[in-house]
Protein backbone atom coordinates (compact mmCIF):
# COMPACT_ATOMS: atom_id res chain seq x y z
CA UNK A 1 0.00 0.00 0.00
CA UNK A 2 1.63 3.37 -0.80
CA UNK A 3 2.05 6.38 1.99
CA UNK A 4 -0.71 8.62 -0.33
CA UNK A 5 -3.53 5.56 0.45
CA UNK A 6 -3.03 6.23 3.89
CA UNK A 7 -3.99 9.55 4.18
CA UNK A 8 -6.99 11.19 5.09
CA UNK A 9 -9.31 12.82 2.65
CA UNK A 10 -7.54 16.15 2.23
CA UNK A 11 -9.94 18.61 3.28
CA UNK A 12 -9.16 22.39 2.65
CA UNK A 13 -10.05 23.64 6.25
CA UNK A 14 -7.53 20.59 7.67
CA UNK A 15 -4.92 21.03 4.93
CA UNK A 16 -2.33 23.38 4.46
CA UNK A 17 -2.74 25.92 1.34
CA UNK A 18 0.60 25.61 0.82
CA UNK A 19 0.82 21.82 0.64
CA UNK A 20 2.27 21.47 -2.51
CA UNK A 21 5.64 23.44 -1.06
CA UNK A 22 6.02 20.57 1.44
CA UNK A 23 6.10 17.65 -0.90
CA UNK A 24 9.85 16.11 -2.03
CA UNK A 25 10.45 12.90 -3.52
CA UNK A 26 10.87 9.51 -2.37
CA UNK A 27 13.94 8.69 -0.81
CA UNK A 28 15.39 5.53 -2.62
CA UNK A 29 15.55 2.73 -0.08
CA UNK A 30 15.19 4.05 2.91
CA UNK A 31 11.48 5.63 2.16
CA UNK A 32 10.31 8.91 1.28
CA UNK A 33 8.42 12.00 2.20
CA UNK A 34 4.65 13.54 2.42
CA UNK A 35 3.22 16.10 3.57
CA UNK A 36 0.02 17.02 5.18
CA UNK A 37 -0.79 20.43 7.72
CA UNK A 38 -2.42 21.47 10.67
CA UNK A 39 -5.29 23.23 11.82
CA UNK A 40 -4.68 27.13 13.14
CA UNK A 41 -4.60 27.29 16.91
CA UNK A 42 -6.93 28.95 18.65
CA UNK A 43 -6.39 32.09 20.55
CA UNK A 44 -7.42 30.33 24.09
CA UNK A 45 -4.53 28.32 23.33
CA UNK A 46 -1.18 27.91 25.68
CA UNK A 47 1.41 27.41 23.35
CA UNK A 48 2.29 29.29 19.88
CA UNK A 49 3.00 26.27 17.63
CA UNK A 50 4.16 28.74 14.60
CA UNK A 51 6.62 29.71 16.92
CA UNK A 52 7.42 25.86 18.01
CA UNK A 53 7.71 25.04 14.31
CA UNK A 54 10.57 27.69 13.89
CA UNK A 55 12.48 26.89 17.12
CA UNK A 56 12.76 23.17 15.87
CA UNK A 57 13.65 24.40 12.07
CA UNK A 58 16.31 26.44 13.47
CA UNK A 59 18.23 24.07 15.89
CA UNK A 60 17.61 21.42 13.02
CA UNK A 61 19.77 24.00 10.76
CA UNK A 62 22.90 24.71 13.69
CA UNK A 63 26.35 22.85 12.36
CA UNK A 64 26.69 21.13 15.33
CA UNK A 65 22.71 20.33 15.83
CA UNK A 66 23.48 16.66 17.09
CA UNK A 67 25.60 17.43 20.11
CA UNK A 68 22.00 18.38 21.60
CA UNK A 69 20.42 15.54 20.95
CA UNK A 70 21.39 13.50 23.89
CA UNK A 71 18.40 13.98 26.17
CA UNK A 72 16.65 12.39 23.37
CA UNK A 73 18.64 9.99 22.24
CA UNK A 74 18.52 8.58 25.92
CA UNK A 75 14.30 8.59 26.20
CA UNK A 76 14.47 7.48 22.48
CA UNK A 77 16.42 4.34 23.71
CA UNK A 78 14.70 3.59 26.88
CA UNK A 79 11.28 3.99 25.38
CA UNK A 80 12.69 1.61 22.66
CA UNK A 81 13.51 -0.68 25.73
CA UNK A 82 9.94 -0.85 26.91
CA UNK A 83 8.68 -1.39 22.99
CA UNK A 84 10.91 -4.62 22.96
CA UNK A 85 9.22 -5.83 26.40
CA UNK A 86 6.21 -6.75 23.90
CA UNK A 87 7.06 -10.07 22.27
CA UNK A 88 5.32 -9.29 18.97
CA UNK A 89 6.23 -7.65 15.47
CA UNK A 90 4.49 -4.42 14.23
CA UNK A 91 4.12 -4.25 10.64
CA UNK A 92 3.21 -0.55 10.56
CA UNK A 93 4.07 1.80 12.96
CA UNK A 94 3.99 5.85 13.14
CA UNK A 95 6.58 8.34 14.86
CA UNK A 96 4.56 11.15 16.70
CA UNK A 97 7.23 13.77 16.66
CA UNK A 98 9.99 11.64 15.60
CA UNK A 99 12.61 14.98 15.12
CA UNK A 100 15.53 13.45 13.63
CA UNK A 101 14.62 9.79 14.42
CA UNK A 102 15.49 8.91 18.37
CA UNK A 103 13.64 5.92 18.62
CA UNK A 104 13.66 4.81 15.21
CA UNK A 105 17.81 4.25 15.48
CA UNK A 106 17.44 2.04 18.62
CA UNK A 107 14.25 -0.23 16.63
CA UNK A 108 14.84 -3.46 14.63
CA UNK A 109 13.25 -5.01 11.43
CA UNK A 110 12.21 -7.85 13.96
CA UNK A 111 10.43 -5.38 15.74
CA UNK A 112 8.76 -2.57 13.12
CA UNK A 113 8.80 -3.70 9.42
CA UNK A 114 7.63 -0.05 8.32
CA UNK A 115 7.91 3.09 10.21
CA UNK A 116 6.03 6.43 9.43
CA UNK A 117 7.80 9.73 11.12
CA UNK A 118 5.85 12.88 11.60
CA UNK A 119 7.17 15.82 12.70
CA UNK A 120 6.24 19.74 12.14
CA UNK A 121 9.76 20.92 11.34
CA UNK A 122 10.95 20.02 8.19
CA UNK A 123 14.40 20.66 8.91
CA UNK A 124 13.87 18.11 11.23
CA UNK A 125 12.99 15.32 8.98
CA UNK A 126 15.90 15.87 6.84
CA UNK A 127 18.13 15.30 9.39
CA UNK A 128 16.64 11.67 10.22
CA UNK A 129 19.32 9.08 10.41
CA UNK A 130 19.02 6.00 8.19
CA UNK A 131 18.00 2.81 10.00
CA UNK A 132 17.06 -0.52 8.55
CA UNK A 133 13.46 -0.05 8.99
CA UNK A 134 11.84 1.69 5.44
CA UNK A 135 10.93 4.91 6.33
CA UNK A 136 7.95 7.76 5.15
CA UNK A 137 8.76 10.95 6.37
CA UNK A 138 5.63 13.16 6.59
CA UNK A 139 5.57 17.05 7.51
CA UNK A 140 2.54 17.10 9.69
CA UNK A 141 1.44 18.78 13.29
CA UNK A 142 1.31 16.58 16.00
CA UNK A 143 -2.02 18.03 17.10
CA UNK A 144 -3.83 16.78 13.44
CA UNK A 145 -2.61 13.34 12.33
CA UNK A 146 -3.36 12.92 8.61
CA UNK A 147 -4.02 9.48 8.57
CA UNK A 148 -6.95 7.03 8.04
CA UNK A 149 -8.73 5.44 11.47
CA UNK A 150 -7.28 2.17 12.13
CA UNK A 151 -4.12 2.20 10.19
CA UNK A 152 -1.29 1.45 12.40
CA UNK A 153 0.18 -1.55 14.67
CA UNK A 154 2.19 1.12 16.92
CA UNK A 155 2.18 4.48 17.27
CA UNK A 156 5.35 5.99 19.67
CA UNK A 157 6.12 9.46 20.74
CA UNK A 158 9.03 10.86 22.17
CA UNK A 159 9.07 13.99 24.11
CA UNK A 160 6.94 15.94 21.76
CA UNK A 161 3.39 16.18 23.10
CA UNK A 162 4.33 18.34 26.12
CA UNK A 163 4.14 21.35 23.42
CA UNK A 164 0.67 19.97 22.05
CA UNK A 165 -2.08 22.72 22.66
CA UNK A 166 -5.21 20.29 22.95
CA UNK A 167 -3.37 16.97 24.71
CA UNK A 168 -6.89 14.93 24.52
CA UNK A 169 -7.50 15.31 21.19
CA UNK A 170 -4.00 14.35 20.77
CA UNK A 171 -4.18 10.92 22.71
CA UNK A 172 -7.94 10.28 20.79
CA UNK A 173 -6.06 11.19 17.53
CA UNK A 174 -3.56 9.07 17.75
CA UNK A 175 -6.27 6.11 19.27
CA UNK A 176 -8.25 6.44 16.04
CA UNK A 177 -5.85 6.02 13.81
CA UNK A 178 -4.36 2.75 15.68
CA UNK A 179 -5.58 -0.66 14.83
CA UNK A 180 -7.86 -2.94 17.35
CA UNK A 181 -5.56 -4.41 19.28
CA UNK A 182 -2.59 -1.80 18.84
CA UNK A 183 -0.45 -0.30 21.35
CA UNK A 184 1.11 3.63 22.40
CA UNK A 185 3.98 3.76 23.80
CA UNK A 186 4.93 7.51 24.59
CA UNK A 187 7.60 9.56 26.93
CA UNK A 188 6.82 12.87 28.04
CA UNK A 189 8.59 15.92 30.24
CA UNK A 190 6.50 15.70 33.80
CA UNK A 191 5.88 18.70 36.02
CA UNK A 192 9.50 18.46 38.04
CA UNK A 193 11.28 18.99 34.88
CA UNK A 194 13.45 21.80 35.19
CA UNK A 195 12.35 23.10 38.38
CA UNK A 196 15.54 24.37 39.62
CA UNK A 197 15.47 26.48 36.65
CA UNK A 198 12.29 27.91 37.10
CA UNK A 199 12.46 28.40 40.72
CA UNK A 200 16.06 30.57 40.03
CA UNK A 201 14.13 33.04 37.56
CA UNK A 202 11.61 33.12 39.90
CA UNK A 203 13.18 34.65 42.56
CA UNK A 204 15.89 36.65 40.65
CA UNK A 205 12.49 38.14 38.98
CA UNK A 206 10.84 38.90 42.20
CA UNK A 207 13.96 40.41 43.56
CA UNK A 208 14.84 42.43 40.55
CA UNK A 209 11.54 43.29 39.03
CA UNK A 210 9.31 42.88 41.95
CA UNK A 211 7.14 39.80 40.14
CA UNK A 212 7.34 37.10 37.46
CA UNK A 213 6.27 35.36 34.41
CA UNK A 214 6.16 32.10 33.47
CA UNK A 215 9.81 31.08 31.43
CA UNK A 216 8.82 27.21 31.49
CA UNK A 217 6.13 25.88 29.68
CA UNK A 218 3.34 24.23 32.05
CA UNK A 219 3.64 20.43 32.50
CA UNK A 220 0.56 17.81 32.74
CA UNK A 221 0.74 16.01 35.89
CA UNK A 222 1.26 12.06 36.02
CA UNK A 223 -2.83 11.49 37.51
CA UNK A 224 -4.03 13.65 34.70
CA UNK A 225 -2.17 12.09 32.19
CA UNK A 226 -3.87 8.48 33.20
CA UNK A 227 -6.91 10.12 33.37
CA UNK A 228 -6.99 11.71 29.81
CA UNK A 229 -5.56 8.01 28.25
CA UNK A 230 -8.67 6.49 29.82
CA UNK A 231 -10.91 9.49 28.21
CA UNK A 232 -9.35 8.79 24.76
CA UNK A 233 -10.51 5.08 25.16
CA UNK A 234 -6.87 3.41 25.79
CA UNK A 235 -7.01 0.57 28.17
CA UNK A 236 -4.65 -1.76 30.20
CA UNK A 237 -2.71 1.92 31.01
CA UNK A 238 0.34 1.71 32.16
CA UNK A 239 2.28 5.01 33.70
CA UNK A 240 5.92 4.73 35.37
CA UNK A 241 8.29 7.87 35.79
CA UNK A 242 11.75 8.28 35.77
CA UNK A 243 14.46 11.25 36.45
CA UNK A 244 17.35 12.37 34.60
CA UNK A 245 19.63 14.78 36.09
CA UNK A 246 22.26 16.65 33.66
CA UNK A 247 25.29 18.80 35.03
CA UNK A 248 26.00 21.80 33.42
CA UNK A 249 28.92 24.37 33.38
CA UNK A 250 26.49 27.55 35.04
CA UNK A 251 22.67 28.19 33.57
CA UNK A 252 23.28 30.29 30.84
CA UNK A 253 25.01 26.94 29.20
CA UNK A 254 21.57 24.68 30.04
CA UNK A 255 19.72 27.47 28.50
CA UNK A 256 22.08 27.17 25.38
CA UNK A 257 21.31 23.07 25.42
CA UNK A 258 17.30 24.09 25.63
CA UNK A 259 17.62 26.79 22.25
CA UNK A 260 19.64 23.64 20.66
CA UNK A 261 17.31 21.22 21.21
CA UNK A 262 14.23 23.28 19.68
CA UNK A 263 12.67 23.59 23.73
CA UNK A 264 12.52 27.18 24.42
CA UNK A 265 9.56 28.38 25.47
CA UNK A 266 6.77 28.90 23.01
CA UNK A 267 3.24 29.86 26.00
CA UNK A 268 1.75 32.97 24.05
CA UNK A 269 1.90 34.60 27.88
CA UNK A 270 6.23 34.82 28.16
CA UNK A 271 7.89 37.26 28.94
CA UNK A 272 9.51 38.66 25.65
CA UNK A 273 12.64 39.54 27.27
CA UNK A 274 14.53 38.93 30.12
CA UNK A 275 16.69 42.14 31.90
CA UNK A 276 20.45 41.21 31.59
CA UNK A 277 20.68 42.07 35.41
CA UNK A 278 17.99 39.66 36.33
CA UNK A 279 19.63 36.97 34.08
CA UNK A 280 22.74 37.59 36.08
CA UNK A 281 20.83 37.25 39.69
CA UNK A 282 19.05 33.98 38.66
CA UNK A 283 22.78 32.52 37.55
CA UNK A 284 24.02 33.61 40.85
CA UNK A 285 20.72 31.92 42.39
CA UNK A 286 20.97 28.75 40.48
CA UNK A 287 24.68 28.52 41.60
CA UNK A 288 23.80 29.18 45.63
CA UNK A 289 20.78 27.09 46.02
CA UNK A 290 21.66 24.24 43.72
CA UNK A 291 25.72 24.53 42.94
CA UNK A 292 28.06 21.51 43.44
CA UNK A 293 31.61 21.20 44.87
CA UNK A 294 32.98 21.60 41.24
CA UNK A 295 31.25 24.21 40.51
CA UNK A 296 28.67 22.65 38.36
CA UNK A 297 24.75 22.88 38.45
CA UNK A 298 22.03 20.41 37.78
CA UNK A 299 18.98 20.43 35.44
CA UNK A 300 16.48 17.84 36.51
CA UNK A 301 14.13 16.28 33.71
CA UNK A 302 11.14 14.43 34.88
CA UNK A 303 9.99 11.74 31.93
CA UNK A 304 6.56 10.37 32.32
CA UNK A 305 6.47 7.07 30.27
CA UNK A 306 2.93 5.23 29.22
CA UNK A 307 1.74 2.46 27.19
CA UNK A 308 -2.23 2.21 26.46
CA UNK A 309 -3.80 -0.44 24.05
CA UNK A 310 -6.61 0.21 21.82
CA UNK A 311 -9.28 -2.83 23.09
CA UNK A 312 -9.83 -5.93 20.90
CA UNK A 313 -12.08 -8.48 22.02
CA UNK A 314 -9.37 -11.01 21.52
CA UNK A 315 -7.64 -9.28 24.21
CA UNK A 316 -7.09 -10.88 27.89
CA UNK A 317 -9.29 -8.56 30.51
CA UNK A 318 -8.81 -7.90 34.01
CA UNK A 319 -11.02 -10.10 36.37
CA UNK A 320 -14.60 -9.05 37.39
CA UNK A 321 -14.13 -7.18 41.72
CA UNK A 322 -15.08 -10.42 44.19
CA UNK A 323 -14.13 -12.80 41.40
CA UNK A 324 -10.86 -13.29 43.26
CA UNK A 325 -10.06 -17.12 45.20
CA UNK A 326 -7.19 -16.48 47.45
CA UNK A 327 -7.70 -13.31 49.77
CA UNK A 328 -4.79 -11.22 50.40
CA UNK A 329 -4.85 -12.04 54.46
CA UNK A 330 -3.23 -15.52 52.80
CA UNK A 331 -1.15 -13.78 51.27
CA UNK A 332 1.33 -14.22 54.84
CA UNK A 333 0.64 -17.94 54.62
CA UNK A 334 1.97 -18.49 51.68
CA UNK A 335 4.93 -16.94 52.35
CA UNK A 336 5.83 -18.46 55.80
CA UNK A 337 4.56 -21.81 53.70
CA UNK A 338 7.57 -20.71 50.86
CA UNK A 339 10.44 -19.91 54.24
CA UNK A 340 9.70 -23.71 55.68
CA UNK A 341 10.31 -25.16 52.62
CA UNK A 342 13.57 -23.63 51.91
CA UNK A 343 14.35 -24.72 55.29
Same mark, same amino acid.
Given at each position: ????????????????????????????????????????????????? *?????????????????????????????????? %?? !???????? &??? =???????????????????? *????????????????????????????????????????????????????????????? &?????? %? !? =???????? &???????? *?????????????? !??????????????????????????????????????????????????????????????????????????????? =???????? !?????????????????????????????????????????
Amino acid at each position: MGAAALLRGPGPSRMRASLGCWCRRFRAASGGVAAAGSPVSGARSPFDR *QLKRKQKNWAALQPESAKYGYLREEVGSSLAERL %FD !ITKTFPLA &LDV =GCGSGYIAQHLTKETVQRLF *QVDMAENALRNTVETEIPTVSVVADEEFLPFKDDTFDLVVSSLSLHWVNDLPRAFKEIHQV &LKPGGV %F !I =GAMFGGET &LYELRCSL *QLAELEREGGFSPH !ISPFTDVNDLGHLLGRAAFNTVTLDTDEIQVNYPGMFEIMEDLQGMGESNCSWNRKPMLHRETMLAAAAIYQEMYGSND =GSVPATFQ !IYYMIGWKFEESQARPAQRGSATVSFRDLAKINAFISGEKK
